[in-house]
């Protein structure tokens, strides 16, 4: 596609309750990652892919998030029984390249709020 | 322990003249600075980059400087425009165990009054 996509958009969820976000990213792009973005601040690295291969995973809050990547496209962030901390927006991200240094291309981020 | 750091939360100028926002950070592993810009509700954007070979990179009114010995770098946006008015994050990668993990600053919100 011509940018990066993420679903839902918006997210509420009870406290305990799982969910799964999604990224589809720009086509062709080996890099995938994920970020968690609290109120006032920066996004937070949580993990990254190249192609299919999770390489860095340690941002992870917790073993309550989990991503995969199964064919190298599309991404989806799984947070098992969530917590009001959970509540922030999830961005996702691409870049061309596996190597070196690039620019990442955005998504608009999936909200979530947990009650 | 922030890697990154953006100490002013926010700026105010006036149109027409110029935003200086800055950037600080501690890693001396870090090899490629780039700037974002995030409007409320949307991604953060890609504004402008810089690799640590350079000490300048221009692309028409947006300037970024990088002193390495000061481990700094500052944007510049000369002339500043109203719809400049965003939150800027700085953000840092290099080979840091051995994967090019991007780090992110907390944000400065510009704005810019007409």
């Known amino acids: 596609g011509a940018g990066v996509s993420q679903s839902p958009r918006y997210k509420v969820a009870k406290r305990g309750q799982d969910v799964a976000l999604r990224c589809d990213p720009i086509?062709?792009?080996?890099?995938l990652f994920w970020y968690q973005q609290a109120l006032g601040q920066g996004p937070e690295f949580l993990t990254y892919?190249?192609?299919?291969?999770?390489?860095?995973k340690s941002g992870l809050p917790s073993d309550r998030f989990f991503a995969e990547r199964p064919e190298g496209s599309v991404s989806t962030l799984k947070i098992q029984r969530t917590q009001q901390e959970d509540s922030a927006v999830y961005l996702c991200a691409s870049s061309l390249s596996g190597s070196g240094a690039n620019v990442l291309t955005f998504g608009a981020g999936s909200r979530l709020t947990v009650l | 322990d922030q890697q990154v750091k953006q100490n002013s939360p926010s700026l105010s100028v006036q149109e027409g003249r110029i935003s200086i926002l800055n950037c600080d950070y501690t890693n001396s592993m870090f090899d490629y600075f780039l700037w974002y810009k995030k409007y409320p509700a949307e991604g953060p954007t890609f504004l402008i980059s810089i690799s640590s070979i350079k000490d300048k990179n221009e692309d028409g009114r947006f300037t970024v400087f990088l002193n390495k010995s000061a481990k700094h770098l500052s944007l510049h946006i000369v002339p500043s425009q109203p719809g400049d008015s965003a939150v800027y994050f700085c953000a840092a990668t290099g080979p840091l165990s051995g994967t090019y993990k991007y780090i992110f600053g907390t944000g400065t919100r510009l704005k810019v009054l007409a």
């Open positions: 086509s062709g792009h080996v890099s």
């Open positions: 892919f190249q192609n299919e291969a999770q390489l860095d």
